[in-house]
């Protein structure tokens, strides 16, 4: 499995960018595919997931809901991250991860998750 992480920059306060992570080596089944972020000092946090298994259940950390969206193209095997009304507290390096059968509870675990895209920065300047 290999994830590819791109489309990060910089950006002011109130503008919009999109992640896109290309995926290798899985379909989109029975696997969860996550978007992390680790700002300098901080822990890695969970901030958007797309669980499949039967159908896809969509999951969202409380600081990004309503802002972000992340959507799957299979056909590209593919996520996408977009990020709207971005905000300096969003500057961080954001992950792509990939895990699975990974039950809901674990889903915004990053210790759960055994494969890694490379980092793509975003900040945001106010």
């Known amino acids: 499995v290999q994830l590819q992480a791109s489309g990060g920059g910089l950006v002011q306060a109130g503008d919009s960018l999109r992640l896109s992570c290309a995926a290798s080596?899985?379909?989109?089944?029975?696997?969860?595919l996550a978007w992390f972020r680790q700002a300098p000092g901080k822990e890695r946090e969970f901030v958007a997931g797309i669980r499949w298994s039967g159908g896809s259940t969509t999951y969202y950390a409380d600081s990004v809901k309503g802002r972000f969206t992340m959507s799957a193209d299979s056909a590209k095997n593919t996520v996408y991250l977009q990020m709207n009304s971005l905000k300096p507290e969003d500057t961080a390096v954001y992950y792509c991860a990939a895990a699975f059968r990974l039950i809901t509870s674990s889903v915004r675990d990053w210790g759960r998750y055994a494969y890694w895209g490379q980092g793509t920065q975003v900040t945001v300047s106010s």
């Open positions: 080596g899985l379909t989109f089944r029975s696997v969860t």
